[in-house]
């Protein structure tokens, strides 16, 4: 007899079980998303002195997806900061400006780009140097059709003469 009702317990158990997974709401799937991760190096920046306030940035801008979705490059913008947070500069670049070098905008899902960019600039006051930065932002789509944003702010160091 106690072998029934252990029997018919877990028969109860078992199908109370089955009732409430089948009244469960159903979760879906979240579509991934392309994410672009930025890097620059070297890090800080080293902005050589030119003469008469002009100064020449040369680094490297690394593109990398982490997010499991191919995505492209729509454009980028690279700005000078001023006390780490004021922008003194600023430039858009088109997704061309890569193509045009011979890269692809297109970035296949966890791969990356790698590109050099130079950059020269005045400066009106060498004081501007004092805790100086750059960001760059890139402006991506993905292969879903997701748009997105994202940024990395590195230091500036003038290179000693």
């Known amino acids: 007899m106690n072998g029934n009702i252990a029997?018919?317990?877990?028969?109860?158990a078992l199908s109370a079980a089955l009732i409430s997974c089948s009244t469960a709401p159903k979760e879906s799937i979240a579509?991934?998303?392309?994410?672009?991760?930025?890097?620059?190096?070297?890090?800080p920046i080293v902005a050589t002195?030119?003469?008469?306030?002009?100064?020449e940035l040369n680094f490297d801008i690394i593109m990398r997806e982490a997010g499991g979705v191919d995505v492209t490059i729509q454009d980028f913008t690279v700005?000078?900061?001023?006390?780490?947070?004021?922008?003194?500069?600023?430039?858009?670049y088109p997704a061309t400006?890569?193509?045009?070098?011979?890269?692809?905008?297109?970035?296949?899902?966890?791969?990356?780009?790698?590109?050099?960019?130079?950059?020269?600039?005045?400066?009106?006051?060498?004081?501007?140097?004092?805790g100086a930065a750059?960001?760059?932002?890139?402006?991506?789509?993905?292969?879903?059709g997701v748009r997105s944003e994202t940024s990395v702010r590195v230091g500036v160091a003038v290179a000693r003469q």
């Open 7 to 12: 029997a018919a317990a877990r028969l109860f």
């Open 31 to 43: 579509p991934l998303r392309g994410r672009l991760v930025l890097e620059v190096e070297p890090n």
């Open 49 to 55: 002195p030119l003469g008469n306030n002009w100064y």
């Open 79 to 92: 700005d000078a900061l001023a006390l780490k947070s004021v922008p003194v500069r600023s430039h858009t």
């Open 97 to 130: 400006f890569i193509t045009d070098r011979g890269y692809p905008a297109a970035i296949r899902a966890g791969k990356y780009l790698r590109f050099a960019f130079t950059r020269r600039w005045p400066l009106p006051n060498a004081l501007l140097l004092s």
């Open 134 to 144: 750059a960001r760059v932002t890139a402006r991506t789509i993905d292969a879903n």
